[in-house]
Nanobody, 120 residues
Framework: QVQLVESGGGLVQPGESLKLSCAAS????????MRWYRQAPGNQRELVAA???????NYADSVEGRFTISRDNTKNTVTLQMNSLKPEDTAVYYC??????????????WGQGTQVTVSS
């Protein structure tokens, strides 16, 4: 059983920063790509940032230069540092990862989501 648990969401004002964290736990053999998605009310879930197992990041145009994704392979964690937040960043943020459990094939897992609200 593999779980992804996010933390760090909350309410901030425009221009402020917030850091999201996601920890993977369970029977983990290897973690491949890790990602952050978000979904605002009435919108489809969208990819915000991704990072490969070797640490190469990729960002959506809307967050490029403001958000930074990083991972710690020794702790099975991924973080999303969000700076210069805007009201349009308001959404539920989800952690996502491709994880191989011992003796099994790689599967895609989702966290439960954490709310980020940017409002004055």
């Amino acid at each position: 059983q593999v779980q992804l648990v996010e933390s760090g969401g909350g309410l901030v004002q425009p221009g402020e920063s917030l850091k999201l964290s996601c920890a993977a736990s369970g029977s983990i053999f290897s973690i491949y790509a890790m990602r952050w998605y978000r979904q605002a009310p009435g919108n489809q879930r969208e990819l915000v940032a991704a990072i490969t197992s070797s640490g190469a990041p990729n960002y959506a145009d809307s967050v490029e230069g403001r958000f930074t994704i990083s991972r710690d392979n020794t702790k099975n964690t991924v973080t999303l540092q969000m700076n210069s937040l805007k009201p349009e960043d308001t959404a539920v943020y989800y952690c996502n990862a491709d994880i191989r459990s011992t003796g099994l094939r790689s599967r895609n897992y989702w966290g439960q989501g954490t709310q980020v609200t940017v409002s004055s």
